[in-house]
């Protein structure tokens, strides 16, 4: 791996890690407001990393730095524990603690989505004559200015992508669980009840990824044209 790619890996990893960090915190600020201590007694109601992945160091270290080796990308989990007799009472509120993760990475994405402008407000960045998940925006100048452009890319593209996957209605999914928000506390108890079987989980995840791989690219350039109206990226 040369040195450019090792630089990109770093830059990749310190957004994954942020924007990870800031979805499993969301969960678990939202299940304290909520009611449910669990994740605050575990230390995740912090934007401290190293609980989150002392927690899953699997999702958050090993799978995320092999995933970029092998692929060029990065993707990785994390968990916030949750008490499911808890979950079972207050199943709307456990609801708007599963919803609270993707909303995160929404407030990430449109954060990156103002940087972006502000940068190309000031002459740093400009709008990229064909964009691509790493370049969402191009620099006017190489330095600083391109590691910055990089840097919103990414924050931009993968906290669209994580919410986006998130918000899928399959177990075990948040947006399996925050569909209760729509239900009557008893559909909502029911509904969540399904993302407890294991079997049922590993079946949602593989097909959840596989339909996401036809979901992703149209939202990409949907979000793209939002971003820039006007551009016509296609």
């Not at 968990?79 to 207050?90: E, F, G, K, V």
């Not at 919803?99 to 972006?116: F, K, R, W």
């Not at 400009?126 to 590691?147: C, H, L, M, Y």
Request: glycine share 10%; proline share 6%.
């Amino acid at each position: 791996m040369n040195a450019e790619l090792l630089g990109l890996g770093v830059m990749w990893y310190v957004v994954f890690l942020f924007s990870l960090t800031c979805h499993e915190a969301s969960h678990a600020l939202a299940a304290k407001l909520g009611g449910d201590l669990t994740a605050f007694h575990g230390g995740q109601v912090t934007l401290n990393p190293i609980p989150h992945m002392r927690r899953e160091p699997f999702g958050t270290i090993v799978f995320p730095l092999l995933s970029y080796a092998v692929g060029g990308w990065m993707i990785g989990w994390g968990s916030a524990p949750y008490d499911p007799r808890w979950q079972y009472r207050y199943p709307r509120r456990a609801a708007g603690m599963a919803l609270a993760g993707p909303l995160a990475n929404v407030a990430l994405l449109m954060m990156a989505a103002v940087a972006i402008h502000i940068g190309i407000a000031t002459g740093m960045f400009s709008e990229p004559s064909s964009a691509r998940f790493t370049q969402v925006v191009a620099s006017t100048s190489a330095g600083f200015p391109e590691a910055l452009a990089t840097f919103f890319s990414i924050l931009f593209s993968l906290n669209l992508l994580l919410a986006a996957f998130n918000l899928l209605p399959i177990p075990p999914l948040d947006g399996h669980t925050a569909v209760g928000l729509l239900l009557s506390e008893d559909g909502a108890r029911r509904f969540a009840a399904l993302g407890h079987n294991q079997s049922l989980a590993v079946i949602g995840l593989l097909v959840g990824w596989r339909i996401f791989g036809y979901l992703f690219h149209p939202m990409f350039l949907l979000a793209l044209n939002v971003l820039y109206p006007g551009a016509s990226y296609h």
